[in-house]
């Protein structure tokens, strides 16, 4: 019953229109930073036919010019600040719709609670991974039909935006290409997550455009809050925020392992609690 059910969820999931219209928003926003990327790359080609030689040809390559690469372009800004809310819109509301057109209690009475709590959750997980990531990698190919996959060189770290302190960062110097699946992965995880939290406030809000907005909203209020922990100019702090360390490359301070698993263990914890024990005991008849 549970693979039918999920079935039937993933299904709703990505047949919905306001899935595809999430894949095409994010990739016509990923497209302003293919577009500058395109023009700064032949530029440089332009240079390099002027002066017979450009010694700083080596320097532009696909994975720091991809939208995950970069950090200075406007795509790159949007994208990465939109991203939760691109996470929660293809399927985050769904559970408020059906609760209030009575689908819950039909499936509930089918199913069981614990079969249709959970297809919904997973179907929620999938649907925002997906249309977040799909985005990012549709950036990835269209930029490499372009731009090199030249290996990039720890020379130009500044440029890169990888340092030696960086996360994976020997693994972006010698597997770049490994290195973005691998980040690809992790946005995928964290936006599932996200938008499973649009699924769990479906428990406590009755309207589900607030559903939607209220993830954007919490980690919003979680970034801005890093001015109250970051207060010492001589410690080397961790990045905490989501929307910066969802991002391949250092928009602030470097990533680490045991933040982005520590926070994406709470998320886990607390979205699966509200969603497959504290909704699950609420009567929904």
Not at 101 to 127: D, H, N, Q
Not at 226 to 245: D, L, N, V
Request: aromatic share 16%; hydrophobic share 50%.
């Amino acid at each position: 019953m549970l693979k039918r059910m999920t079935g039937i969820e993933l299904h709703k999931a990505l047949k919905n229109k306001l899935f595809y219209i999430t894949i095409l928003l994010g990739c016509s926003i990923t497209m302003l930073s293919f577009v500058n990327s395109i023009a700064i790359y032949q530029n440089e080609l332009l240079m390099q036919e002027r002066s017979a030689g450009n010694p700083m040809q080596a320097l532009l390559n696909v994975f720091n010019n991809w939208i995950g690469g970069e950090t200075f372009s406007l795509g790159s800004s949007i994208y990465f600040f939109v991203l939760p809310l691109l996470a929660a819109i293809p399927y985050g509301w769904s559970y408020c719709e059906e609760k209030q057109c009575g689908y819950v209690r039909m499936a509930a009475a089918r199913g069981g609670k614990t079969c249709y709590y959970l297809s919904k959750y997973i179907a929620v997980f999938l649907s925002g991974g997906l249309g977040a990531v799909i985005p990012l990698l549709f950036n990835f190919l269209l930029t490499s039909l372009f731009i090199p996959a030249t290996l990039p060189t720890p020379v130009y770290c500044t440029s890169n935006g990888v340092f030696f302190s960086s996360l994976m960062s020997s693994l972006y110097y010698t597997v770049p290409v490994l290195y973005v699946l691998l980040y690809l992965c992790i946005d995928f995880v964290f936006c599932g997550l996200i938008a499973c939290i649009s699924y769990c406030a479906a428990s406590l809000v009755r309207h589900r455009s607030v559903t939607v907005i209220l993830p954007m909203l919490l980690l919003l209020s979680f970034h801005y809050s890093r001015q109250f922990i970051y207060t010492s100019s001589t410690i080397r702090y961790k990045e905490i925020s989501p929307m910066y360390f969802l991002r391949p490359v250092a928009a602030a301070y470097t990533a680490s392992w045991a933040v982005i698993l520590a926070e994406a263990a709470v998320l886990f914890t607390a979205t699966m609690v509200v969603s497959m024990v504290w909704e699950r005991k609420h009567e929904i008849y």
